[in-house]
């Protein structure tokens, strides 16, 4: 099962006060956003697109942050965004067919038996599920947030992410068995 | 395999591994990030600027309806849904890749040899707010579709168009009625690809080639 993340005591307390979003620390969190944006859009031009438009969006004035950390303010702006998208492209019905390529990449920790054909089959799956539980496996899972901060993000109860991401997580589960076994 | 270890084998694949970020991508949200965020204003000083936002306003609309507005890109597509009035150019013996016609600084590109679409004339028009537009037809089998280059300034871009960005090729796609629309810029100038396809990525890839550095965007 996932873990939650511990956050130290200067951590906690430095939420409590609150700051300002540093703009100059966001493209460091590009990586974690475009595999969200990736995992909740269909394409990867949709995903481009998404996290550029969050980007642009956040930073369109200064951005005060109390109790989240940045990625978790930036998954709450990225879903939001996706929300706005999403409503504005179904109101264009519109059909784009382009050949859909992407290069995957793993993180120096990655399980090394992991190949690209699993990892294309989980992101298919999470695309095959429900709208709150493909957001909540993105938080934790792809996002990396800890249930408290994917419970704020989501604006859902900690209870509510545990359920749903057991359930996120038994579906793609079942898809890797079935599909890169 | 448990619900345990399939649980955890789903969250470390994917918390380790993801799609990489492109790196066209990763470099337009650092010069985002570089721009500086607008500071926010005193609230005492709002009455004062909605004030001078309405005033400011009121002056730009009067000043737009007195000089007309530029052609918009729907406007600029809708000579590739005309007729021709003069002939197709012939392919430009030098430069295989491009025809003998230009416009604006735009040279047409051949599409024969690459891709089976034949240049079957061209026409010009006038459009709003002075410009000019030159558009060559080419076609495919019962398919036609005009390239237009519009003189003068890029146009604003359209709302409610989806990017791409296809060969280092930054472009607006939409659908108008049954037509496809595909604008981008060259030159500095304003292109618009428009026509009945099959499919849009048509159009994108049309649009997006390069001839190995032979067609200069």
């Known amino acids: ?181 | 395999m448990s619900a345990d270890t399939g649980h955890e084998r789903v969250h470390r694949l994917l918390s380790t591994t993801g799609p990489a970020t492109p790196l066209a991508l990763r470099e337009r949200l650092a010069a985002q990030a570089e721009r500086p965020v607008r500071r926010a204003r005193p609230r005492v000083a709002l009455a004062g600027a909605v004030a001078t936002i309405a005033v400011a306003a009121v002056l730009a609309l009067t000043l737009v309806a007195g000089l007309g507005n530029g052609p918009t890109i729907a406007e600029a597509a809708r000579p590739s849904a005309l007729a021709a009035t003069a002939p197709a150019p012939a392919q430009d013996a030098r430069r295989p890749a491009l025809l003998r016609a230009s416009f604006a600084g735009v040279s047409y590109p051949d599409w024969n040899q690459q891709f089976g679409w034949r240049t079957t004339g061209r026409r010009h028009d006038s459009l709003d707010g002075g410009r000019t537009a030159e558009t060559v037809f080419y076609q495919h089998t019962h398919h036609r579709i005009g390239y237009t280059v519009v003189s003068g300034k890029p146009l604003k871009r359209p709302g409610h168009a989806q990017r791409f960005v296809v060969n280092g090729l930054q472009m607006l796609a939409y659908k108008d009625g049954r037509r496809d629309v595909v604008t981008f810029e060259r030159n500095g100038r304003t292109c618009v690809l428009a026509g009945v396809v099959h499919r849009r990525s048509t159009l994108v890839k049309l649009a997006s080639w390069k001839a190995d550095g032979a067609i200069v965007f």
């Open chain 1, 1 to 181: 099962m996932g873990r939650v993340t511990r956050q130290t005591q200067s951590q906690r307390s430095s939420q409590r006060e609150g700051r300002l979003l540093q703009a100059e620390r966001l493209p460091d969190h590009a990586d974690r956003l475009f595999r969200a944006a990736y995992a909740l859009c269909d394409t990867s031009h949709d995903a481009e697109d998404l996290v550029q438009e969050t980007y642009a969006r956040v930073l369109r004035r200064p951005r005060f942050i109390r109790r989240d950390g940045d990625l978790a303010y930036l998954l709450r702006a990225l879903r939001n965004t996706w929300i706005a998208m999403r409503r504005a492209k179904a109101a264009r019905a519109q059909t784009v067919e382009l050949g859909e390529e992407v290069d995957w990449i793993a993180d120096p920790e990655a399980d090394p038996g992991a190949t690209a054909l699993e990892v294309s089959v989980a992101y298919a799956a999470m695309r095959e599920l429900s709208d709150p539980l493909r957001e909540t496996i993105v938080a934790v899972d792809v996002v990396g947030l800890s249930y408290r901060e994917a419970a704020r993000a989501l604006r859902i109860r900690e209870g509510t992410v545990m359920s749903r991401l057991f359930r996120a997580r038994e579906r793609v589960a079942a898809a890797l068995e079935g599909g890169a076994s």
